[in-house]
Nanobody, 124 residues
Framework: QVQLVESGGGLVQVGGSLRLSCVVS????????MGWFRRAPGKEREFVAA????????KYTDSVKGRFTISRDIAKNTVYLQMNSLKPEDTAVYYC?????????????????WGQGTQVTVSS
């Protein structure tokens, strides 16, 4: 059974940067499409970014394009989300998730395994 553990969240000022990490254990990262989602207060969980299991394809929601970058390190079994130029509307709990599909889906219903989440707060 795969386990996902996120870290790297925190409090940052507008325009700042954070790098989130998601360590995958129990299975090799290379068999999963990995996604990052977030849930802001009072809102539903939304797709942020994903990387295919080959690592060759990435996808981002429009609001983070050009600011966030998803990447992975197979040797460390870790997925990253580099977040730059952070805005107050990026404030949320961020979750990583694993999907055994070869295609990237942006709906959270496709992802079977989830981490516990890490809080990101952007202050203005």
């Amino acid at each position: 059974q795969v386990q996902l553990v996120e870290s790297g969240g925190g409090l940052v000022q507008v325009g700042g940067s954070l790098r989130l990490s998601c360590v995958v254990s129990g299975r090799t990262l290379s068999i999963y499409t990995m996604g990052w989602f977030r849930r802001a207060p009072g809102k539903e969980r939304e797709f942020v970014a994903a990387i295919s299991r080959t690592g060759g394809t990435t996808k981002y929601t429009d609001s983070v394009k050009g600011r966030f970058t998803i990447s992975r390190d197979i040797a460390k079994n870790t997925v990253y989300l580099q977040m730059n130029s952070l805005k107050p509307e990026d404030t949320a709990v961020y979750y990583c998730a694993a999907d055994s599909s070869s295609v990237i889906f942006i709906t959270d219903l496709r992802y079977d395994d989830w981490g516990q989440g890490t809080q990101v707060t952007v202050s203005s």
